[in-house]
Each structure stands twice: as C-alpha cells, then as structure tokens.
C-alpha cells in the first residue's frame, strides 16, 4: 500500500519563509513549516523554482538537498582548479579527502568538470613534465614516479615522456648538475659512489648516469 499524504503517514512540508542569508552573499534560507529547514544557493533556488507555499514531499527536499551538495562540491572544485592545473585525481582525493564531499557527488563534479575541459589528464602531464625538467632538473624516472602517484595512465605517461624527454637533454642537463654536486664534494673520497647516488635519485637512468660519471671523474 503506497503512503497517503492526507493520513498524516507522509504529509508534505510547506514553504513558509524565503529569506537572503546576511552572513553569507548569495545564499538563501528556505523554512518549512515556519522552521528552518535548509540554505541553498542561487542557482539552486532557482533551478527548483522554490517559492512561498509549495508543497514538497521528503523526496523532493532529498534532491534538493543533494543538488546543492552538488552545486557547493563544484565551486570548491572551480576554484582548487583556478590555482594550478590539476590531475583528476588530484581533484577527486581533493574533494573526497579534504573537503569529505560523498563519492557519487565527486563523481558528479569530476564528470561536470571534465565535460567542460577543466580536467585534462593529457594537459595536466604534459605540463608536469616540462615543470620537472626545467624547474626541478629532474630525470624521467622520477618524472615517472611521480606522474604515476598522480593517477595518470601509463600510456599516456609514455607517450608523453617519448614526446618531450630526449635522451641527449638530460644528459647535458645531468651532467651540469653534477658538477655543481662534484664542487660541494671536492676531495671527498666517496665522490663517485655519491654523485652516482645523487643522480639516480633525481632520475636520471643508470646509462645517463654512467656516462655522467665518466666524463667528470
């Protein structure tokens, strides 16, 4: 037997008052039955046409309410997105971490972004790498570590890395850090052992690092 709202089972809540939120712009606290029952924003207010005196039943409240779960999900995602470039998951562990946002209202907002082109996992490695290489001087194996933890595939990384990453740059670019390292280790007599250690973890492949050690010691 389905429930009958006339019996009192599950009556419907009336809207009984709309008013702007002094505390916060640009929200708005809807009452039902002379009680607060939420605060929603523009968009969503408007989106459900809220207005004085409708009747809503428990479900349609639930999906108001998850609406603008969605709606404040999507402005921290915007605005995590408008500082650095990010990775998607980056923005998922961002959202489902940091801000406790459910997985299928991240999922909603990871979409939403990706839709419109803020979430771009080929943009996002690309970018990281020329970062690593230029800023960072670091090698492709670290670079790939680190695009791994990232979330993004192994075979956009490897298309990625054989793009941008020559093997002649990163032995000039190895080879012109280790002799500023070989400098600040000047006589010491474990200079090849800690040169070799020094680059292999900045990444740099054990044949780029070999010929490194050749030519400097």
Do not use: W
């Amino acid at each position: 037997m389905q429930p009958d709202s006339s019996s009192g089972l599950n009556p419907l809540k009336i809207v009984t008052k709309i008013e702007s939120q002094k505390r916060k712009s640009g929200r708005i606290s809807i009452f039902l039955d002379n009680e607060f029952a939420f605060g929603v924003s523009i968009e969503t207010f408007n989106l459900f046409r809220l207005s004085l005196g409708q009747e809503l039943t428990d479900k349609q409240i639930v999906i108001i309410q998850q609406h603008e779960l969605f709606e404040q999900a999507k402005e921290s995602a915007v605005k995590y997105l408008a500082l650095r470039i990010r990775s998607q998951k980056e923005l998922s562990q961002y959202l489902l971490h940091r801000k406790k946002y459910p997985p299928a209202i991240s999922a909603h907002v990871i979409q939403y972004c990706l839709e419109r082109d803020y979430l771009n996992d080929q943009l996002f490695c690309e970018v990281f790498i020329r970062d690593q290489l230029n800023l960072s001087r670091n090698g492709v194996q670290k670079i790939r570590r680190a695009l791994i933890v990232k979330g993004i595939e192994a075979v956009l990384i490897n298309d990625s890395i054989s793009r941008l990453v020559k093997d002649e740059d990163q032995l000039k670019v190895a080879l012109n850090i280790a002799k500023k390292k070989a400098l600040v280790l000047k006589n010491d007599p474990k200079l090849r052992a800690k040169l070799y250690r020094f680059l292999i973890q900045k990444g740099y492949k054990h044949s780029v690092v070999r010929q490194v050690i050749q030519k400097i010691i």
